[in-house]
C-alpha cells in the first residue's frame, strides 16, 4: 500500500519537473521536494519504532517488577528454633481481630501462656519474608513495600506520570525553540542514562526519582519522534505513520510478558529492558532535523541539506527540487513568520476564536479519551489466569483497534471516525449498565468495546492534533494535548473508589457522558485529511474554509502570475 502511494509521488512530482516551465506556477510543499514517502522516510520510520520500544518498556514494567499478590508474612525472631510453617500457623493473629495478618503478629509469650489475644497485644511487624516460588525478586521484597509503605508502589506509579506530565511541556516547547532533531537525541540518552541508574538504586527514593527522569526522557522521545515523523510525510501518509508508530506500544505490550518470564529477578529485568536501546544509537546519526521547522525558522543552508539528501535517496528529480527548492525559500520569507509567532507558546492556540474553539475541543478529547481509557483497562484487565498471559492478552486486543483505525481514518479523514468512536464508546459504556451481574460474558462484553473505541480514537486524536496545530507551536501543543492526558490517567483509577462510595454503575455513566459529548464536540473542529499543514498562527486560525474556497484562492493567486 506505502509502495503503490510512492509511485503516485514519484510520478506527480516527474511530471511537475517536466512541466514547471510552460504551466502556471502553483504553490509547492515540503513533501513534494522529498516524496510523500519514500526509502528516507521508511528508514527515520523504522528507526524511531524500533527504538519507542524499550521506552514502552519503562512504562510497563512495574507490572512485574512491583506485581500484586506476592506472598509474605512477619519474619521468625531469632531465638525462635521451630519450623517456618510452624512459626507462621503460631503467630498469625486470630481472624477475628480484622487487621491485616500479614502486617501484625502475636507474641510469642502469648502463644505459650494460651492467653486470649486482643488487638492491643499484637505486635507491627518490622521484617518479613516473601514467597519467591513464582517471582524470586521484586522491588517489593528489596525495599519492604508492605503493610505500611505499601503505599510506596502506587507512588511509584504516580511519580512515573509526573515525568510525563513535565516531559510533554518541557519537551514540547524546546522541540518547537531550539529544534526537533537536539531535543530528540536529549531526551534518548536521558532515558537511558536514568533506566540503567534505576537498576542500582541504593534505596526506593533514590529509585523513584530515577524512574521520574526515566519518563520524562522516554515521553519526550516519543512526543517529538511523532511529530518528526509527520512533519516528514505529505498529507496521503500523515494518518497512516501517525497510527502506525503506536504500534511500537502494542509490540512493547506483548513482549514484556515474555522477557520478564526469562528475566523474573527485577534487578536484570530493569537493565533488559533498558540496554536493548543501545542498539539504536545509529539515531544519532540517521535521524535529521525537521525540514519544515528548518522552512519555518529560516535556516536556509541546513534546510537545502537535508531536502537535497532527501530527495536523491527518494529519487525525485534534481533540476525540479532545485528550482522549486528555491522557490519555496523566498515563498517563505515572503511570509516569515513575525518573531512574536518564532516564539509562539501554548497560550498563543487560545488568543484568536476558531483556533481557541478548536483546541479547547481538542484539549477535551485527550481528557476523555485517556481517563475512560485507563479507566476501562483497571475494569477489565483481570482475566484470573496467568499474569504474563493475562498481560499479553490485554496488549493483543489493541492491534485490531490500530489496523482499522489506519484504514479507516485514510480514506474516510479524522473528524466522523474520531466523534463516531468517542459516541460508540460511550453508548458500549452505557449499554452494560442494565446487564445482570451473573451474565458474566455480555457484561465484560460491552466495556472491551468501549476499550476498542477508545483504542482507535487515542490513535486518531494524536494525527488529529499534529494537523490543527500550525508548525509554530505544533509540539508544545501536542505536549499539551499529552499533559492534559495525563491528567485524565492520573484520576482515572479513583472513579471505583467513587463508584463504591455511590454506586455501581456510576462509572459506566461517566464514561458515557464523557464520551458521547465528547463526540458530538468533535463536529465542530475542521476535516483535515490530505490538507497541507498550517505553518503559522494565522494559517491554523483559518483551518475549516472549505476545499472548494481554496481552489477559488489558489486559481485567483495563478491568474495574478499570467
Given at each position: 500500500?506505502?509502495?503503490?502511494?510512492?509511485?503516485?509521488?514519484?510520478?506527480?512530482?516527474?511530471?511537475?519537473?517536466?512541466?514547471?516551465?510552460?504551466?502556471?506556477?502553483?504553490?509547492?510543499?515540503?513533501?513534494?521536494?522529498?516524496?510523500?514517502?519514500?526509502?528516507?522516510?521508511?528508514d527515520i520510520f523504522v528507526l524511531l519504532f524500533l527504538a519507542s520500544i524499550p521506552s514502552a518498556w519503562h512504562n510497563l514494567q512495574m507490572t512485574f517488577m512491583a506485581p500484586k499478590g506476592v506472598e509474605f508474612w512477619c519474619s521468625m525472631p531469632s531465638h525462635l528454633n521451630m519450623s517456618m510453617d510452624t512459626w507462621r500457623n503460631m503467630s498469625v493473629p486470630p481472624a477475628h481481630l480484622g487487621v491485616d495478618r500479614r502486617c501484625y503478629m502475636t507474641p510469642f509469650w502469648l502463644l505459650e501462656n494460651?492467653?486470649?489475644?486482643?488487638?492491643?497485644?499484637?505486635?507491627?511487624?518490622?521484617?518479613?519474608?516473601?514467597?519467591?516460588?513464582?517471582?524470586?525478586s521484586t522491588i517489593i521484597d528489596e525495599w519492604d513495600l508492605v503493610c505500611d509503605r505499601e503505599w510506596l508502589i502506587s507512588f511509584s506509579v504516580s511519580i512515573y506520570n509526573v515525568g510525563y506530565l513535565v516531559a510533554v511541556l518541557v519537551f514540547g516547547q524546546l522541540s518547537d525553540s531550539v529544534g526537533r532533531r537536539p531535543t530528540l537525541l536529549f531526551s534518548y540518552v536521558?532515558?537511558?542514562?536514568?533506566?540503567?541508574?534505576?537498576?542500582?538504586?541504593?534505596?526506593?527514593?533514590?529509585?523513584?526519582?530515577?524512574?521520574?527522569?526515566?519518563?520524562?526522557?522516554?515521553?519526550?522521545?516519543?512526543?517529538?519522534?511523532?511529530?518528526?515523523?509527520?512533519?516528514?510525510?505529505?498529507?496521503?501518509?500523515?494518518?497512516?505513520?501517525?497510527?502506525?508508530?503506536?504500534?511500537?506500544?502494542?509490540?512493547?505490550?506483548?513482549?514484556?510478558?515474555?522477557v520478564a518470564w526469562i528475566v523474573r529477578d527485577w534487578f536484570w529485568l530493569q537493565l533488559a529492558v533498558t540496554l536493548p536501546k543501545l542498539f539504536f544509537i545509529s539515531v544519532f546519526w540517521v535521524i535529521p532535523e525537521s525540514p519544515r521547522w528548518l522552512l519555518i525558522r529560516g535556516e536556509k543552508d541546513v534546510f537545502r541539506r537535508v531536502v537535497q539528501k532527501a530527495s536523491r535517496k527518494n529519487g525525485i528529480p534534481v533540476e525540479y527540487v532545485d528550482i522549486e527548492m528555491?522557490?519555496?525559500?523566498?515563498?517563505?520569507?515572503?511570509?516569515?513568520?513575525?518573531?512574536?509567532?518564532?516564539?509562539?507558546?501554548?497560550?498563543?492556540?487560545?488568543?484568536?476564536?476558531?483556533?481557541?474553539?478548536?483546541?479547547?475541543?481538542?484539549?477535551?478529547?485527550?481528557?476523555?479519551?485517556?481517563?475512560?481509557?485507563?479507566?476501562?483497562?483497571?475494569?477489565?484487565?483481570d482475566l484470573h489466569m496467568n499474569p504474563y498471559l493475562s498481560f499479553f492478552l490485554s496488549g493483543a486486543v489493541e492491534f485490531p483497534a490500530y489496523l482499522i483505525t489506519i484504514k479507516v481514518i485514510g480514506s474516510i479523514g479524522r473528524r466522523r471516525p474520531l466523534a463516531i468512536a468517542m459516541i460508540l464508546a460511550g453508548m458500549a459504556c452505557a449499554l452494560a449498565i442494565p446487564v445482570p451481574s451473573e451474565y458474566t460474558p455480555l457484561k465484560a462484553f460491552f466495556p472491551l468495546v468501549g476499550k476498542f473505541c477508545i483504542t482507535a480514537t487515542f490513535a486518531t486524536i494524536y494525527v488529529y492534533s499534529a494537523?490543527?496545530?500550525?508548525?509554530?507551536?505544533?509540539?508544545?501543543?501536542?505536549?499539551?494535548?499529552?499533559?492534559?492526558?495525563?491528567?485524565?490517567?492520573?484520576?482515572?483509577?479513583?472513579?471505583?473508589?467513587?463508584?463504591?462510595?455511590?454506586?455501581?454503575?456510576?462509572?459506566?455513566?461517566?464514561?458515557?457522558?464523557?464520551?458521547?459529548?465528547?463526540?458530538?464536540?468533535?463536529?465542530?473542529?475542521?476535516?483535515?485529511?490530505?490538507?497541507?499543514?498550517?505553518?503559522?498562527?494565522?494559517?491554523?486560525?483559518?483551518?475549516?474554509?472549505?476545499?472548494k474556497n481554496d481552489e477559488e484562492t489558489k486559481e485567483d493567486y495563478i491568474a495574478s502570475k499570467i
Open positions: 500500500m506505502w509502495s503503490s502511494k510512492k509511485e503516485e509521488d514519484c510520478n506527480s512530482v516527474q511530471k511537475s519537473s517536466e512541466s514547471f516551465v510552460s504551466e502556471p506556477e502553483e504553490s509547492v510543499e515540503v513533501s513534494d521536494l522529498i516524496g510523500g514517502y519514500g526509502p528516507w522516510q521508511r494460651n492467653t486470649t489475644v486482643q488487638e492491643s497485644d499484637l505486635q507491627k511487624c518490622t521484617t518479613w519474608e516473601y514467597d519467591s516460588s513464582f517471582y524470586p536521558l532515558n537511558i542514562g536514568a533506566g540503567f541508574l534505576s537498576a542500582f538504586a541504593p534505596s526506593f527514593a533514590m529509585f523513584a526519582i530515577l524512574r521520574f527522569f526515566t519518563a520524562v526522557g522516554g515521553a519526550g522521545f516519543y512526543t517529538v519522534s511523532f511529530v518528526i515523523l509527520i512533519e516528514m510525510v505529505s498529507p496521503a501518509y500523515r494518518s497512516m505513520v501517525g497510527v502506525a508508530i503506536n504500534f511500537g506500544w502494542c509490540l512493547a505490550f506483548i513482549s514484556l510478558p515474555g528555491e522557490k519555496l525559500i523566498v515563498r517563505s520569507e515572503d511570509m516569515r513568520i513575525t518573531s512574536a509567532e518564532s516564539t509562539a507558546t501554548v497560550f498563543d492556540l487560545f488568543k484568536t476564536s476558531n483556533l481557541r474553539k478548536n483546541t479547547l475541543i481538542l484539549f477535551f478529547n485527550w481528557l476523555v479519551n485517556s481517563f475512560i481509557y485507563f479507566g476501562l483497562s483497571y475494569n477489565t484487565g494537523e490543527i496545530f500550525p508548525t509554530v507551536v505544533r509540539n508544545v501543543g501536542l505536549g499539551t494535548g499529552s499533559t492534559v492526558a495525563r491528567l485524565g490517567s492520573i484520576v482515572a483509577p479513583f472513579v471505583r473508589e467513587l463508584g463504591g462510595s455511590t454506586f455501581d454503575s456510576f462509572p459506566d455513566l461517566l464514561y458515557s457522558f464523557l464520551s458521547v459529548s465528547s463526540g458530538f464536540l468533535i463536529y465542530f473542529l475542521p476535516e483535515t485529511n490530505n490538507e497541507p499543514f498550517a505553518d503559522t498562527l494565522k494559517q491554523a486560525e483559518n483551518i475549516g474554509v472549505s476545499r
